[in-house]
């Protein structure tokens, strides 16, 4: 697998003396209550003690946001091999096989389960319904509440990860980063805005962080999304992979004000069209699939038919569809499009993409075990090569059941081995006596970072963009890492800076295009570079692992 090093220049991003702050003790950490964080925790036997914390309220997360629905087969027409056939064809060479078929298999497991804990699924004639989404040749997808599967799918595992009592949930406490000693994870060093620091020993850790989306200026994601997760893991020594790799959503509602609401790929399932602003339908221009096309098909072409019409949207057509059926199927979406004045069944939606999935992660094995021992990682903040070089819809939430139980069994089965011994390791931050003062203006920043993204790290590439885009953010980097910050704002803009950085390397490095990543300047794939492309961080730089196009690691 290729590689190379890019050096953090810190290893903590604070400072801290272990005489002086809290310390608590847990046998499995959990960083993040979205659907893998809350499914880990549920995996962990009833006799060990859990803290899983979350940044913001435990229902604040992209899954709780998530629209569409959860992939898995239930039609006795579908079968396994189907699913796998189109997850691996959407991966674009980069999947693994066998880690799709473990996904797939266990996939109607871990959503029955979800039955088992409260969720109300929607039903047809007495049985589970099914939808359609783009890249499915069947219709496998099952949601509820018609359009807000995330809400649902949340509200019951969120009640009953609360009932647990070996469990506690820590919210609104921003995990700054992971404890290290002698090559393993021990913990995490969090915060929050009553206790302040507070370092949490843990036999075994489970990140589960989730994406990266406020990387981007158009995003689906909610403020959550700062790519924390894979920063702390990195400058704690985890590697990660295909980084290169964000999916971009093609229908991101564009009216100003109305924070970017996702439109639900099962809109197109459903047999919605799209439409330029002539009124044209352009996606036979593009691929035979129309608008179920892969979402970087139909993503790409949205984008090149804007700058063909010079308008800074296209749009959705739903107005041949009978009004009882968008009703039933898209009635969160009806309501945010009737609070800007917009009939969602008759009138045009104006849409564009948007940054949604975090592709790249923490490279883990078929358990969710990290390069970095007692780290586990599960759902989007990992890749474990069900997704390759795109997402298939709707296989994001089955990957972070499966992964959040396996994590969380690895990591409860682990820590029973371990004996208890309630002791803090004498750590060492690696900051001089007197770091910087924050006074930044932070907004300003995250601003122009997540707009650079946009515009050079976005749908499509070239090495003259992503050359710009390396210049700049070392530039932002190199005052800002020096920096020592007193709370959230300053520490995501830190984490986001370090995974921009990660983003624009391996986005130079691959010299081709493949699935979500688009290289206008190698515009085909190169089955030479039909392989993950890792990252680690490293004090010390080898000569031959530097990246070439950014010179980072030299
Ligand atoms: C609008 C939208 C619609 C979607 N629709 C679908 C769909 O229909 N089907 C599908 O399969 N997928 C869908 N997805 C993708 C899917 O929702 C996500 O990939 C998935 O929910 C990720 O789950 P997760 O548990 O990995 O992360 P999340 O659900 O994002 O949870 C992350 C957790 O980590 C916590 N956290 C983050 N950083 C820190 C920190 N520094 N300290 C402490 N806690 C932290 C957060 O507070 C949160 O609790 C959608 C995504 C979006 C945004």
């Not at 009939?343 to 104006?350: E, N, Q, R, T």
Request: proline share 5%; glycine share 10%; aromatic share 8%.
């Amino acid at each position: 697998m290729p590689g190379f090093i890019i050096p953090v220049k810190r290893r903590y991003l604070v400072r801290f003396d272990p005489k002086r702050i809290p310390h608590a003790f847990a046998d499995v950490l959990i960083i993040g209550g979205g659907i893998a964080g809350i499914r880990a925790a549920l995996a962990v036997e009833p006799n060990q003690d859990v803290i899983v914390v979350t940044k913001d309220r435990l229902l604040q997360s992209n899954s709780a946001y998530a629209q569409g629905g959860i992939a898995g087969v239930f039609d006795p027409l579908d079968n396994f091999g189907s699913h796998a056939a189109d997850t691996l064809a959407a991966g674009k060479g980069l999947c693994d096989p066998q880690i799709v078929d473990m996904v797939v298999r266990e996939a109607p497991h871990r959503i029955r389960e979800l039955i088992s804990y409260g969720a109300h699924f929607d039903m047809q004639e007495g049985e589970i319904a099914l939808t359609l989404e783009g890249g499915h040749s069947h219709r496998r997808v099952v949601h509820a509440l018609g359009d807000a599967t995330g809400q649902e799918v949340m509200r019951a595992m969120a009640e009953l990860v609360r009932s647990r009592p070996n469990i506690l949930i820590w919210e609104s406490t921003f995990t700054i980063d992971l404890l290290t000693h002698e090559g393993s994870c021990r913990g995490g060093l969090v915060w929050n805005p009553n206790h302040g620091k507070t370092f949490v020993w843990a036999k075994q850790t489970v990140l589960a962080t989730g994406g990266a989306g406020r990387l981007y200026r158009e995003t689906t994601n909610p403020d959550i999304a700062t790519a924390d997760g894979h920063a702390i893991a990195y400058r704690a020594g985890a590697e990660l992979r295909d980084m290169e790799m964000v999916q971009f959503h093609p229908t991101v509602l564009y009216i100003a004000g109305s924070s970017r609401h996702l439109i639900s790929e099962a809109a197109r399932g459903e047999g919605a069209v799209l439409r330029d602003v002539t009124g044209y339908r352009f996606m036979a221009d593009y691929d035979p699939a129309l608008e179920l096309a892969p979402r970087d098909v139909v993503s790409r072409a949205i984008a090149t038919q804007m700058a063909k019409t010079r308008h800074p949207c296209v749009y959705l057509d739903l107005s041949h569809l009978p009004v009882e059926v968008v009703e039933a199927r898209f009635p969160h979406i009806r309501k945010v499009c009737a609070e800007f004045g917009l009939d969602f069944a008759h009138d045009l939606i104006p849409v564009r993409p948007g940054a949604h999935y975090m592709i790249g992660g923490l490279t883990i094995n078929a358990d969710g075990q990290t390069t970095l021992p007692g780290l586990w990682a599960a759902g989007e903040v990992s890749s474990s090569g069900l997704h390759g070089a795109n997402r298939l819809a709707s296989n994001s939430l089955v990957e972070g059941l499966v992964y959040g139980r396996r994590t969380g069994v690895g990591a409860s089965h682990l820590a029973a081995a371990q004996p208890d011994t309630f002791t803090a390791i004498p750590l060492k931050s690696d900051w001089p006596e007197r770091p910087q003062d924050d006074g930044l203006d932070l907004e300003d920043l995250r601003n122009s970072l997540s707009s650079l993204m946009a515009r050079y790290v976005g749908i499509e590439r070239d090495a003259p963009g992503l050359k710009s885009a390396a210049e700049q953010v070392n530039f932002w980097d190199r005052y800002v890492s020096d920096r020592e910050f007193s709370g959230p704002r300053g520490w995501e803009l830190q984490n986001m800076l370090l995974v921009a950085k990660l983003m624009i390397a391996s986005a130079s490095a691959r010299k081709e295009s493949r699935g979500v990543h688009f290289r206008s300047d190698f515009p085909e794939s190169d089955p030479q570079q039909n392989q993950h492309i890792s990252v680690n961080a490293a004090q010390k730089q080898p000569a031959d692992h530097a990246n070439p196009a950014t010179g980072w690691g030299r």
